[in-house]
């Protein structure tokens, strides 16, 4: 439903509209400065956080960028950044702005939060208001959003005028670095408080890895057997203190989701095994020896929140080239003995899964296990698609869900990992909207009114990084996505994809908070998922456009206009729905994986 705007609001837009109705400061004093960092947007989003923001070239103020910022139901598309300032101080915000309902405002000023607005500016409209700060207050948060579902807004040239902070030293440089829990993929380090750090910033061989406003931190995504070295250094408003003696760890061998018998680099495939499509029926058997993991598709629940799964092979009427179950059983034992994994994918487009209560849980547990036994299967794939997953309202840290449907799935997956061991091959194919859209969205929001879904699938995949095989997130049938270089990106090209499998490789802020990064993955996890042909889904890419994608993310070369923020020759493959559907299209993915990788 879409917000009603304040009344008040509406009442007062015209007066404020009105220019010198805000009251304006004095000429600066000599002391005084621009505290706003990047204000005019010139260095992207740098200093900036946004819901949902980018920069464009046109129309701009001065310069040669402004910021755009698009509402929708449930987000205002709110920027902001936090300065600096004296206590008890006089201080100027000002910026210029076009659109309608575009508000500029200061807030945590110790004093009274002021905010300035517009209700129409087809033209660039300045907009100015002021505020003393409180006797303890030594930084203010600034902003510009819209309203709900109001189209884009831009703004520009954005500045807080006021004396600046007091200048300080740095802090000293941290002692005591410690290391504690160590797993096959993450290490936990401590280290004592130093007087006057505000943050303090944790490095890995020499590069930072994250930053964090307490003194404890936990370095995931690392490989098994691996020696680290760490170091740590103190920050503050005045800078940065030198690092830490270094501390070595070696991480665990490895057991978890790290599989020993997947090649190097491998190739996913979904098959059609309980329904037939246009792309026809193929048998097991059929599947050539590229395939190195196949998917069964589907496995699907009795009633959305049953929790029991039942795998219901394609019957003869459906499906006349079909199989018995002898000999679908013995192709699985023939395809293991080749060194290929073969799977039970739960959910796809028409399999809603909820597992709202503990008994759809366990039943879910059971009747998994029943099919992994009766067919002697290698694992598990879960494709939770549509409404599978959600967030409730209160759900707002992914590393702590609360939600049931996600809680009890996190619960049922770890079970059978338990029950079946290291062996035990876990993989999992989700769309973009609930991993990539958590850059930007998690739940409903700050302010309610999102999708609950945005970001759903991140507390599963981060609950169960040590145990997880394989990620293959479907970088098809989705809207435009934001990247790491907070712009938007599109299906249909090699751009798409390395935009996408950077944010998992690299990690992001989730929401756009940068006190709650979601870690990244290791690569051997990561897997891109593309559809095979046009038939297969929306977004399908060229060969030559798989082949830059390849080159950009192992090489770092043939990467076009995105900049990934590492090298992963260590990636692990690719994904595609379906084996039938590039059978259909003369095996032209398989054909582009194998001249790839050979």
Not at 24 to 42: I, Q, V, W
Not at 401 to 425: C, D, H, M, Q, W
Not at 497 to 513: C, K
Request: hydrophobic residues 35%.
């Amino acid at each position: 439903m879409e917000r009603s705007r304040p009344l008040v609001a509406l009442l007062t837009a015209t007066a404020l509209a009105v220019p010198g109705i805000t009251a304006l400061s004095s000429a600066a004093r000599a002391a005084d400065a621009d505290l706003a960092r990047n204000g005019g947007f010139e260095a992207g989003l740098d200093g900036w956080t946004c819901t949902a923001g980018t920069t464009v070239t046109s129309p701009v103020r001065t310069g040669t960028r402004a910021l755009q910022a698009t509402p929708a139901g449930g987000d205002n598309a709110r920027c902001s950044q936090t300065v600096t300032v004296q206590p008890d101080a006089q201080y100027t915000l000002s910026g210029y702005v076009r659109g309608s309902y575009v508000y500029l405002g200061a807030s945590g000023t110790g004093t009274t939060d002021v905010s300035a607005w517009t209700q129409s500016a087809p033209d660039w409209q300045r907009l100015t208001t002021t505020f003393r700060t409180g006797p303890s207050t030594t930084r203010v948060t600034l902003y510009t959003h819209g309203w709900y579902g109001t189209g884009a807004y831009h703004a520009d040239d954005i500045s807080l005028v006021g004396p600046g902070a007091t200048p300080t030293q740095p802090p000293a440089t941290p002692t005591g670095l410690s290391v504690g829990t160590v797993t096959s993929s993450s290490v936990a380090l401590s280290w004592p408080a130093v007087s006057g750090a505000t943050s303090y910033a944790v490095y890995r061989g020499g590069t930072k890895v994250q930053t964090v406003t307490g003194t404890s931190a936990t370095v995931t995504g690392l490989s098994p057997a691996t020696a680290y070295a760490f170091q740590v250094s103190a920050l503050n408003d005045a800078g940065e203190s030198a690092r830490s003696a270094t501390v070595d760890a070696t991480t665990a061998p490895g057991g978890g989701g790290g599989n020993p018998d997947l090649p190097a680099h491998a190739l996913v495939g979904y098959l059609h095994t309980t329904f037939a499509n246009g792309s026809g029926y193929t048998r097991l058997a059929d599947v050539p020896d590229s395939w190195d993991v196949i998917d069964l598709a589907f496995g699907e629940p009795t009633s959305v929140t049953s929790g029991d799964i039942r795998f219901n092979r394609c019957p003869v009427t459906e499906c006349p080239n079909v199989e018995s179950d002898a000999e679908f059983k013995a192709a699985v034992k023939a395809k293991q003995a080749a060194g290929k994994k073969v799977l039970i994918s739960i959910g796809g487009q028409n399999g809603q899964v909820q597992l709202t209560t503990a008994a759809a849980r366990d039943t879910f547990v059971s009747s998994v296990s029943r099919i992994i036994d009766e067919y002697g299967l290698d694992g598990l794939d879960i494709d939770f698609e549509g409404h599978s997953l959600s967030l409730n309202a209160d759900d707002t840290d992914f590393r702590n869900p609360k939600t049931p449907v996600v809680v009890n799935l996190i619960s049922a997956l770890k079970t059978l990992k338990a029950e079946y061991g290291a062996r035990f091959v876990l993989s999992m194919a989700p769309e973009t909207f609930f991993v990539q859209m958590g850059y930007q969205f998690y739940g409903t929001g700050k302010w309610g009114g999102q999708d609950p879904r945005c970001g759903a699938y991140l507390p599963v995949i981060h609950a169960l990084r040590d145990d997880l095989t394989l990620l293959h997130v479907q970088d098809y049938n989705s809207g435009p996505i934001m990247g790491l270089d907070n712009q938007y990106h599109s299906m249909g090209g090699a751009d798409f994809h390395i935009a996408m499998t950077d944010m998992l490789l690299t990690g992001f802020p989730v929401a756009g908070d940068t006190s709650n990064v979601f870690p990244p993955l290791r690569p051997d996890q990561v897997a891109i998922g593309m559809p095979a042909s046009t038939n297969a889904g929306n977004g399908h890419v060229a060969p030559a456009e798989v082949v830059k994608t390849l080159d950009c993310l192992t090489k770092k070369t043939n990467c076009g206009s995105y900049t990934t923020h590492g090298t992963w020759p260590a990636l692990r493959g690719l994904m595609t729905w379906s084996v039938n559907w590039d059978r259909f299209s003369n095996w032209e993915f398989q054909r582009t994986f194998d001249g790839y990788f050979g």
